[in-house]
């Protein structure tokens, strides 16, 4: 599988496209990202970072926050994540009291907000999102690169993100 984010014009109409192609809306959701930075030396989120993720809304089937800790590759025409860490939790304070126990190495850096719609479309996941501090953008999650140039042509993006968004929103602060 490969995942790629790219800038959209606007979310409202990037929902619009995917619906009138016969997108399957599943969910909405929204949620906050802690990211966690490593504490010494130059750093690049791209390559490694460590997140708290708490839900306000969702239907997926997970508890309310997410400890994930994240190596990302880029690759041609997207990336591949590893997931070297996920863990689930009730609470904010017992995902930051694990981290504070058991993860050496990443003081808190900064958090954002977002808000998402997710859709399915021809085996493809879409996420159009509302990310604060940053601009709408969709991420799609395809078995080929060819279904996701076919998808990103049909929804008009602006361009193509190379980076995690952690890092992305790092460099515009």
């Given amino acids: 599988m490969i995942e790629c984010r790219a800038i959209i014009k606007d979310v409202l109409e990037a929902r619009k496209v995917v619906e009138s192609l016969g997108g399957n809306f599943l969910s909405n959701y929204a949620f906050k990202d802690i990211i966690f930075v490593p504490s010494v030396g130059d750093f690049?989120?791209?390559?490694?970072f460590v997140r708290v993720r708490v839900y306000s809304?969702?239907?997926?089937?997970?508890?309310?926050?997410?400890?994930?800790?994240k190596q990302t590759k880029f690759v041609e025409g997207?990336?591949?994540?590893?997931?070297?860490?996920?863990?689930?939790?009730d609470t904010e304070e017992e995902a930051l009291s694990?981290?504070?126990?058991?993860?050496?190495?990443?003081?808190?850096?900064?958090?954002?907000?977002r808000e998402g719609?997710?859709?399915?479309?021809?085996?493809?996941?879409?996420?159009?999102?509302?990310?604060?501090?940053?601009?709408?953008?969709?991420?799609v999650i395809s078995k080929d690169e060819k279904s996701l140039e076919e998808?990103?042509?049909?929804?008009?993006?602006?361009?193509?993100?190379?980076?995690?968004?952690?890092?992305?929103?790092?460099k515009k602060n």
């Fill in 78 to 89: 997207g990336k591949v994540s590893d997931v070297v860490l996920k863990k689930e939790f």
């Fill in 151 to 170: 998808i990103f042509s049909k929804l008009n993006v602006l361009e193509r993100c190379n980076e995690s968004l952690p890092e992305l929103i790092k």
């Fill in 44 to 48: 690049n989120l791209t390559d490694d």
């Fill in 57 to 69: 809304k969702t239907n997926w089937p997970t508890k309310n926050v997410i400890v994930v800790r």
């Fill in 117 to 139: 719609w997710q859709y399915e479309l021809n085996g493809l996941k879409i996420f159009i999102e509302d990310v604060e501090g940053f601009k709408p953008s969709v991420e």
């Fill in 98 to 113: 694990f981290l504070e126990k058991n993860v050496s190495g990443f003081e808190k850096g900064f958090e954002y907000s």
